[in-house]
């Protein structure tokens, strides 16, 4: 009887998350943006999908980004113990990434909430946490 899926001496197939490079002390994701349409990828592919092959240059976004949505799982998940948060955040003139978030508080942050990379945790996905200069967007002045 054989076995469903990869055999042992298969090659490891390549990892989909998001490459980043620290400069001095940000931390930048490195993408593709395609000289014909702009369209901003997590990677440079050899055809964008408007159809332009060759049009996609390197280059570099962040350090900062928006949180477009976010949610906190509550249940326990292999190497995340609870609760953790995740967001979908839009790197400012760049892709829209899924990232950790580090919960400096007891809510996660909301939409439109200002959030900047801070590389890769243990495991190696993307964390993104508020920054020291900003206040969240669900946060008044008078704590409302």
Known sequence: MQHAGPAKDDPM???PRPEFVKKGEKHLLLGGRCRSCGLASTFVP???PCGQAGQVDSCEFGPAGTVFSSTVLHIPVPG???PTCLAYV????????LAHVHLDME????PGDQVFLEG?????????GLGQET????VGTNGE
Do not use: H, K, Q
């Open 135 to 138: 206040e969240p967007v669900g």
């Open 80 to 82: 995340r113990p609870p």
């Open 13 to 15: 197939p390549a990892d």
């Open 46 to 48: 050899p055809i964008c």
């Open 90 to 97: 839009d790197l400012d003139d760049g892709p829209r990434i």
């Open 107 to 110: 809510l996660p942050p909301l």
């Open 120 to 128: 890769r945790n243990s495991l190696g996905d993307p964390v993104v």
